[in-house]
């Protein structure tokens, strides 16, 4: 899975549940985040809801920060190898 030494890089997007158990959609993606991370076989950069959060608010400065202390647009720095989105099922036997 390692590329010339360096750890893939992926993001977790939301995973649905189509289950009928009641199961927050949010902690459950963010439990697996944490788990990737603490491996340290693997880096995680944020979702694209959480990017675009980001984006929003660097735009916001730009708008608004005096030029004394505005700061330069800049691209992401790390881009992701996987994504990684899915669903919990619940199948009765």
Aim: charge should be positive; proline fraction near 2%; hydrophobic fraction near 30%.
């Amino acid at each position: 899975m390692e590329k010339q030494g360096k750890k893939p890089v992926i993001i977790v997007e939301m995973i649905r549940n189509k289950s009928h158990e009641h199961i927050e959609n949010e902690p459950f993606t963010k439990d697996l985040e944490k788990g990737f991370v603490r491996t340290g076989k693997i880096r995680v950069v944020e979702g694209e809801k959480e990017r675009e959060a980001l984006r929003t608010k660097r735009d916001d400065q730009q708008q608004n920060a005096t030029v004394e202390t505005i700061k330069k647009w800049r691209l992401e720095t790390t881009g992701a190898d996987y994504i990684l989105q899915g669903s919990i099922n619940y199948y009765r036997r």
